[in-house]
């Protein structure tokens, strides 16, 4: 069945595209459910948001009973730090299917509500957790005849590969004439003297769309000055252990080797918030109840988050998340 009417209550997408949503969760819960990872529920309003400087958490302000004053709440936008305390607490391996929600653009692939799927193995090192990526996603594209065998590039040999390029040891005027070379004449102005940035910039515009025609490719070993939440390689002490998915040049997930040094990520937090005053940004409060549980301790554990709408959206072969969301935020 599909949509013949457009009345301003219809759903935006169809009958059909819902049915594929429900089935899609039906086989991620049978591909846990068989390797034995627990499902588990989050709360989706909490007391802490993200530091991260790049995330712009929804904030509102509600009167709790027993409260005299409001009280200030995020809507997450991810479950991570609590599944972090359930991890801490013994859970073992754990997954999630949620929405999560992010204060940004609306537009072909990005709603301000999404649904995440967002695992942790306990005893994975990042090489496990690619490995497992690489399963649910031959699971998931079995039945299309034209996908491939998975890819896996480091960080830097994405960058040498694509544009020549050392992303560690090239200097910032090496940066700009690669993207002044490829057409970006305005980038100097936009990225300064940050490499972080311009190692972004270049990746997003010269690189990604590249990835992942027919098949994922996992990009893994990001440079450690970069933002993560992930540990330090010890055989590669320049990078950490972060990997990003990409299928059809779309990202579709972000995992790490998971930092468990509560002290380490105390500074880490601390830093981001400096970031924040510097651009002006709100300084949210640090989730002390995730550093108390990395103090009690938590286990060596790999994690990853997929967005399950762009997942789908390939699946389906649509073209914007209007096509697979029942109400997008335009017509929620």
């Known amino acids: 069945m599909t949509l013949t009417s457009y009345n301003h209550w219809d759903p935006s997408c169809s009958i059909e595209h819902l049915r594929a949503r429900a089935l899609l969760y039906a086989e991620l819960r049978r591909f846990f459910l068989d390797r034995g990872v627990l499902e588990v529920e989050t709360p989706l309003l909490g007391r802490f948001g993200v530091t991260d400087p ?27 730090y609590a599944m972090k305390r359930l991890l801490a607490s013994g859970s073992g391996s754990i997954y999630q299917i949620c929405k999560a929600f992010r204060n940004e653009e609306l537009g072909r692939h990005h709603n301000p509500e999404f649904t995440l799927l967002e695992w942790y193995r306990v005893d994975f090192d990042l090489m496990d957790l690619i490995e497992e990526v690489e399963a649910l ?71 990604q769309p590249k990835l992942g025609h027919n098949r994922l490719t996992s990009i893994y070993h990001y440079p450690a000055f970069m933002p993560s939440l992930a540990r330090r390689s010890l055989d590669h002490p320049e990078c950490v252990e972060r990997v990003e998915l990409f299928v059809a040049g779309v990202e579709l997930g972000n995992g790490f080797f998971e930092l468990s040094d509560p002290i380490e990520q105390r500074k880490r937090f601390e830093g981001d918030l400096e970031e924040r005053e510097r651009q002006g940004l709100p300084v949210h409060p640090i989730d002390d109840r995730l550093l108390s549980a990395l103090e009690t301790g938590l286990p060596d554990c790999s994690g990853i988050a997929i967005g399950l709408d762009r997942l789908l959206l390939l699946l389906t072969d649509q073209k914007a998340l209007a096509d697979i969301l029942a109400f997008p935020m335009d017509r929620a």
């Open 54 to 80: 790049a995330i712009h958490p929804f904030i509102t302000h509600l009167n709790l009973p027993g409260h005299k004053d409001p009280e200030t709440l995020y809507l997450q936008t991810s479950p991570e």
């Open 137 to 207: 996603f031959s699971s998931l594209f079995e039945t299309n005849p034209h996908w491939e065998a998975p890819q896996r590039f480091s960080y830097a040999e994405i960058f040498h590969q694509c544009l020549g390029l050392d992303p560690f040891k090239a200097t910032i005027e090496e940066l700009e004439a690669s993207a002044r070379n490829q057409g970006l004449l305005e980038a100097a102005a936009l990225c300064s003297e940050d490499r972080s940035v311009w190692l972004d910039l270049l990746f997003s515009y010269y690189i």
